[in-house]
């Protein structure tokens, strides 16, 4: 069995210089988790769930802190707030960024006409969950994971 096969050609893409907000929206309105960038039909990186996550840093407060023993009941609810305010206005800082700043621009991809065991073995030595697909250097295509599963499951006839 081939990519061909069992690879979805409905791919839902990105524009190098489109938000991350833009990019998250899409990710959650289609319920994936990684999308192609393009810019026309050639693929020139992809953004993932977990590229948007590590932008999403706290710092924790020091090891070091120590607070007198009356305000130790409050201690734990002021490190949760002040983590809070980090986080909203780390979101409100990447939200505009283009997704162009934290796509991956090496990406790992198969052709239709690759086996899927060749695929599959491509996303577990590349630790990827997905490959878009790419004939005569245009984007024709997206195979993932679970795609391949329902395939040798039968589900996916």
């Not at 130790?72 to 986080?87: A, C, F, Q, S, T």
């Not at 621009?105 to 006409?113: A, E, I, L, N, Q």
Request: glycine share 6%; aromatic share 2%; proline share 6%.
């Amino acid at each position: 069995m081939n990519v061909r096969e069992v690879m979805n050609t409905n791919v839902i893409t990105i524009a190098p210089d489109a938000s991350i907000r833009d990019a998250a929206r899409l990710l959650r309105e289609h319920g994936i988790s990684g999308l192609p960038v393009v810019d026309g039909v050639k693929l020139v990186g992809i953004v993932t769930e977990t590229d948007i996550l590590k932008l999403l840093k706290t710092h924790h407060p020091s090891e070091n802190l120590w607070l007198p023993s009356p305000l130790e009941v409050i201690e734990v609810p002021i490190r949760e707030l002040l983590n809070w305010e980090e986080l909203k206005k780390s979101l409100e800082e990447t939200a505009e960024r283009p997704v162009k700043s934290i796509m991956k621009r090496k990406v790992h991809t198969t052709s239709p006409d690759e086996s899927i065991e060749d695929a599959s073995w491509k996303m577990v030595e590349h630790r990827v969950n997905r490959l878009p697909v790419v004939e005569d250097g245009k984007l024709v295509g997206i195979v993932a994971r679970g795609d391949i599963i329902n395939a040798l499951s039968g589900e996916g006839d």
